[in-house]
Each structure stands twice: as C-alpha cells, then as structure tokens.
Nanobody, 128 residues
Framework: EVQLVESGGGLVQAGGSLRLSCAAS????????IGWFRQAPGKEREGVSC????????FYMNSVKGRFTIASDNAKNTVYLQMNSLKPEDTAVYYC?????????????????????WGQGTQVTVSS
C-alpha cells in the first residue's frame, strides 16, 4: 500500500522558516518523483516544487525559487521541503504527491494530474 505522510507544518511569522517532510512507503522510492503542492482557501491546488529521485533533478515554481529547497533522503524514503523567508502568501495546506514509476532523467513535473498518490496535507500559516 502506497503511503505518503507529511509533517512539519505550523504557524510562523513572515520571514521565518519551516521544513516539511514527506515520508513515503509502498513503492520503489529511487524510481519515483515527488512533488510538493499547496492549496490556499478558495484557490486551486498549485505546484510548488518537484524532485526526480532517479537523478535528483529538481524544479521550482518562480514564486518560491531562491526561498524553498527540495531534497531527498533516499535511505529514509523521505523528501524534505525547506522553506525560508516565508511570506503570508505562502499560507496554504501543503501536500506531497508521488509518481511511483518515474524513470525520466533531467525532468519532473508540478502538474497535479500527473501524480498518482497524495498525502493528507499539512497546514502552513505565515502571519504578517
């Protein structure tokens, strides 16, 4: 059974930092891609970042580039999203998602419909 469990959300002041974790199980982690997404109230779910565990290729949306860092610990089957210089507009529920057979190198996507499995989400609230 595929499972994705997010943790690390919380309340932080603008300019602060949080690190989200996504613990994965039930599939071959090294052959996967993991994406981070977020959904604010009244808005559509949007991609934030992704990583290909095949070759550690990473991608960031412009809105978070230079502030967020995605990284995988293949020994722990866990992907992290380090979020620095947080802004109130980063407030959302953050989800991780997996593509369990991702053998492409030099590529990953933040298109939600490409992902097969989703975690339950973790709330991130940034106060001004």
């Amino acid at each position: 059974e595929v499972q994705l469990v997010e943790s690390g959300g919380g309340l932080v002041q603008a300019g602060g930092s949080l690190r989200l974790s996504c613990a994965a199980s039930g599939f071959t982690f090294d052959d996967s891609a993991i994406g981070w997404f977020r959904q604010a109230p009244g808005k559509e779910r949007e991609g934030v970042s992704c990583i290909s565990n095949t070759d550690n290729f990473t991608f960031y949306m412009n809105s978070v580039k230079g502030r967020f860092t995605i990284a995988s610990d293949n020994a722990k089957n866990t992907v992290y999203l380090q979020m620095n210089s947080l802004k109130p507009e980063d407030t959302a529920v953050y989800y991780c998602a997996a593509i369990t057979s991702h053998l492409d190198r030099g590529f990953c996507t933040v298109v939600p419909r490409a992902y097969e499995y989703w975690g339950q989400g973790t709330q991130v609230t940034v106060s001004s």
